[in-house]
């Protein structure tokens, strides 16, 4: 009985995570930011930095 209560309490904590996350998502087309100009370069080091951490200098 514990575990069938325990079971339908983690459904329902994963259906309230769904939901919030898809209520985020239907908010994301209705935000509008004014665009911002960024140096490309620094955009590309960003990314790479997330991925596989700190890049290296190469000469």
């Given amino acids: ?9 983690d459904a329902v904590d994963k259906m309230h ?3 919030r996350d898809l209520l ?6 209705r935000i ?3 665009a911002e100009k960024i140096q ?3 955009l590309v ?3 790479g ?5 700190r890049p290296r ?3």
Avoid: P, T, Y
Wanted: charged fraction near 30%.
């Fill in 57 to 59: 200098n190469r000469v």
């Fill in 32 to 34: 509008s930011e004014s």
């Fill in 40 to 42: 490309f370069e620094s």
């Fill in 49 to 53: 930095e997330i991925v596989h951490g």
């Fill in 24 to 29: 985020e998502l239907s908010r994301v087309g």
């Fill in 1 to 9: 009985m514990k575990s069938d209560i325990q079971r339908i309490q």
């Fill in 17 to 19: 995570l769904l939901l």
């Fill in 45 to 47: 080091n960003d990314a």
